[in-house]
C-alpha cells in the first residue's frame, strides 16, 4: 500500500504547438481568462518524494478506511506506522467512510485517527484528549424518526428481496442501514 498525490503546480511554460495561455485554455476548458491553471502532472509522487515546500502546505491528511488502512477488517502496520508520522508531525489524520459509527469509533478512541466521519457523512468522531465527541448531521428527532422508517425499510426489503440480508455491521448503525451485497455472502443466487 503506497500512499500518492497528486502534485499541482502552476505552469507559465508553453504547452504544445500554440503554447501559452491559448494552449492552457485548450488544456482546461473551464478557463476563458487566457490565464494558466494549475494542471496535475502526469505522474503522482510518493508521499516521501514530496518536497518540503509541499509538506510546509498540507493541513491535514483525507483518507478512506477499507482497504486502504485496513486489510480483511483490520488496520495494517505500515499504515499504523504512517499515521502515528503524521501525528508526531503535527498533522490530523481525518477518515471518510460508509463504515457505522460504532465500527468507527475505535479508531478515535485509540488516537489511530483524529476524526472520522462515518455512515456516509451522517456522523462524526471526534478526538479530544482521551474522549470521543459525537456530531449528527440530523437532530435526535429526525434520527429517531428515520430509525423508524430505516428498520421498516429493512424489514420489506427482506421479504420481499430473496437472499437479502443486512450487512455484519449493521447493528453499530445508528442513522442508515446497509445491505450486504458480497462483502460476507456470496453473490451469487441464493442456495
Request: charged residues 25%.
Amino acid at each position: 500500500m503506497a500512499a500518492r498525490v497528486l502534485h499541482t503546480s502552476r505552469s507559465t511554460e508553453p504547452q504544445g504547438p500554440a503554447g501559452g495561455a491559448e494552449a492552457d485554455a485548450r488544456a482546461t476548458p473551464w478557463d476563458t481568462c487566457g490565464v494558466a491553471t494549475p494542471s496535475l502532472s502526469p505522474k503522482p509522487l510518493a508521499l516521501d518524494q514530496l518536497p518540503r515546500e509541499t509538506w510546509a502546505r498540507v493541513h491535514g491528511v483525507l483518507t478512506d478506511i477499507d482497504d486502504t488502512l485496513t486489510r480483511d477488517g483490520v488496520i495494517e502496520p505500515a499504515a499504523r506506522a504512517a499515521l502515528q508520522r503524521l501525528r508526531a508531525a503535527g498533522l490530523p489524520a481525518l477518515a471518510i467512510t460508509g463504515r457505522p459509527m460504532g465500527w468507527s469509533e475505535p479508531f478515535v478512541r485509540d488516537g489511530t485517527l483524529d476524526a472520522i466521519v462515518a455512515e456516509n457523512g451522517a456522523v462524526a468522531l471526534f478526538r479530544e484528549g482521551g474522549a470521543v465527541r459525537v456530531e449528527y448531521a440530523q437532530d435526535e428527532a429526525t434520527r429517531n424518526a428515520n430509525a423508524l422508517r430505516l428498520q421498516q425499510v429493512a424489514a420489506q426489503l427482506q421479504r420481499e428481496v430473496p437472499g437479502a440480508t443486512l450487512s455484519r455491521d449493521s447493528a453499530g448503525r445508528v442513522t442508515d442501514i446497509a445491505v450486504d451485497h458480497g462483502e460476507w455472502r456470496s453473490c451469487g443466487p441464493p442456495a
